[in-house]
């Protein structure tokens, strides 16, 4: 029989850095395909949330490169304010420290786990200590460190640290080194062409293995960083209560107004009447009982919600647009940004953008882009509640077929923003299913379905408008001649019919007799500036009028003609050749322009 005191001798306190080296999937380290990727993600959200806080434009590197059979070595360096030298160790070497946990606003990491996980992760895999350089401004040298973690204690071991010359003024490298492979390498550029989108103010450039891309920012200035608020009454619970009242030397209506978000006098007098307590009662003297009644009255009172101006940095409609249109070519684009709202006592902002036809692939279901705080989430796509909210929108209705995920040449992109993101789990791969955030989902969604609806509408109406106008550009002239033929009369010219129908700039193209006549009439009633591309193997040495540009590409000459017609007017370009390749015309809007080609 094994007795109590031989148990209790094997029984002893684990630290968090134990827990998580035998329990590394809950961070997102479940296979070393992942682990690339999870360890770039912590690394440059670290940059990125550096560089907003010290208000300075991200410029950021990654680097991956093989330096043995399975062994690669990750390299992430920002030009952020760098970290000060005694932090070093505790912020790469020490699980759950941070800086952003006890605060509520809108931030990448929270918990301090990120980063230093994947110094953990590097030394289970390979022995091999990280490489940290950091520096804090001008003045003041570098310091590299080589650092490993202590699991039994959660505590950082340095193995040297020294004072080194660096060409950046201020900014942070760390080189992580660790079995993995690059079997996921497109997806890694999805990661970052995706962090790319929702931080539009950031430029990154990978090395993958000798291969570089780069990712441009399209904005100049520095979103507003998210300043930290206090805790809304509608979000807190009894435990935490009971210690910020224990923490408190201040009477109850004192501690009411200075620790909680909303509450002015007026509100914690009422909630202080509710509960049956004076308002000159020491907070830290409350009973047990006595916290219960005040938290009661606390959620029954009404309370505006958290000031969401103040704790959160939403994308913005115009700069998502700019973010999607640079890395994905779309025929239309719209995006949306709810009003701030609150779940429990925390603030969020749900943004979306719809997208259809250019690039986007035209079988098979959408794709879905999911964000929370600025950051992708590529895992557990059907575990996620924007993806059961994009399933539970009646696409079929905004002229989109459905299969559960709309089908179709279809971009949709949900971005979470809040003071505390509801994961699923420690890996942030997915939102949990919180009613006002799934409300909130919908909600833009359907916003963005009326405007694809009303797209494709237009688009469709246009369609047959072109047919249309082709249909008659191509007849009209051709009954005309053989009415001509038939009663011996002069060729009639039938513009002004075509003008009266079409009331639009019609520019087309015919061959006669190893002639092209290419002709632009202005049928609308106002003042156009176009310009008129010609690509063919036609030279067009003898153009009249004379092309105002021409480029030979590989036995291709691209032509280009510049004019402004008045309402009514016409212009013809006529030279030698065979009248092939195409011909477009710019500087018209699609609505109010045909071009034809009678050769085709």
């Not at 510049?562 to 609505?591: F, K, N, P």
Request: net charge neutral; charged share 25%; aromatic share 6%.
């Amino acid at each position: 029989m094994v007795l109590a005191e031989d148990l209790a001798k094997q029984q002893r306190s684990i630290s968090v850095a134990e827990f998580f080296e035998k329990n590394k999937h809950l961070l997102g380290f479940d296979s070393p395909t992942r682990g690339i990727i999870t360890t770039i993600k912590e690394a440059v959200d670290n940059a990125l949330d550096a560089c907003e806080e010290a208000e300075v434009l991200p410029d950021i590197f990654v680097g991956i490169k093989k330096v043995d059979a399975e062994v690669y070595r990750i390299t992430v360096e920002d030009n952020g304010p760098g970290i000060v030298p005694e932090n070093v160790p505790l912020v790469f070497g020490k699980l759950l420290y941070g800086s952003r946990f006890h605060q509520i606003r809108q931030s990448r990491g929270q918990q301090g786990i990120g980063i230093s996980a994947a110094v953990l992760y590097a030394q289970l895999t390979t022995g091999t200590p990280t490489l940290v350089v950091s520096r804090t401004g001008a003045k003041a040298r570098a310091h590299r460190f080589e650092l490993m973690i202590r699991t039994e204690t959660n505590e950082p071991e340095v193995v040297s640290h020294e004072e080194i010359d660096w060409d950046r003024t201020h900014g942070t490298r760390i080189e992580i080194q660790f079995k993995s492979t690059l079997a996921a390498k497109k997806r890694l550029v999805d990661y970052l062409r995706l962090t790319a989108i929702v931080n539009p103010h950031a430029r990154i450039t990978a090395d993958i293995d000798g291969e570089v891309t780069t990712f441009e920012r399209v904005s100049g200035e520095v979103p507003p960083c998210p300043k930290p608020i206090l805790p809304h009454p509608h979000g807190i619970e009894f435990g935490a209560l009971k210690r910020l009242a224990a923490a408190n030397t201040g009477t109850v209506e004192e501690f009411l107004i200075g620790s909680f978000s909303r509450v002015g006098k007026k509100t914690a007098d009422e909630m202080i009447a509710l509960a049956g307590l004076k308002p000159a009662r020491k907070v830290n003297k409350l009973e047990s009982d006595e916290l219960k009644r005040l938290l009661d009255a606390m959620q029954a009172v009404k309370v505006p919600a958290p000031p969401a101006q103040q704790c959160l940095s939403p994308i913005g409609e115009d700069l998502i647009c700019k973010g999607l249109e640079k890395e994905i070519q779309l025929d239309f684009i719209k995006a949306r940004t709810r009003p701030s709202t609150v779940y429990g006592g925390h603030s969020f902002i749900i943004e979306a953008a719809i997208g259809y036809g250019g690039k986007v692939p035209p079988e098979g279901t959408a794709q879905l882009f999911r964000f929370a705080n600025r950051v992708p989430l590529l895992y557990q796509q059907g575990a996620c509640a924007i993806t059961n909210c994009v399933s539970q929108v009646n696409w079929k209705s905004y002229g989109l077929s459905q299969q559960g995920l709309p089908m179709g040449p279809v971009l949709i992109m949900v971005h979470v923003a809040s003071t505390n993101v509801p994961f699923t789990s420690e890996s942030k791969d997915a939102v949990a299913s919180i009613p006002e955030i799934e409300r909130e989902i919908v909600l833009v969604l359907q916003e963005l379905g009326r405007e694809l609806k009303t797209y494709l509408y237009r688009r469709d109406k246009k369609k047959q408008q072109d047919d249309r106008a082709r249909a008659i550009c191509s007849v009209i002239p051709e009954i005309a001649a053989k009415v001509s033929e038939i009663v011996e009369l002069p060729l009639v010219d039938t513009s002004p019919i075509e003008g009266k129908i079409m009331r639009k700039v019609v520019a087309k193209k015919r061959t006669v007799d190893g002639k092209v006549h290419i002709d632009v009439n202005n049928y609308t009633a106002k003042e156009v500036t176009l310009v008129l591309y010609n690509l063919s193997r036609d030279a067009a040495e003898d153009a009249v009028p004379r092309p105002d540009f021409v480029d030979n590409m590989d036995g291709e000459y691209n032509k280009i003609w510049r004019r402004t017609l008045g309402a009514g007017e016409a212009w013809q370009i006529v030279y030698t050749g065979s009248g092939d390749g195409t011909l477009d015309l710019r500087g018209v809007e699609d609505g109010m322009k045909v071009v034809v080609d009678l050769d085709v």
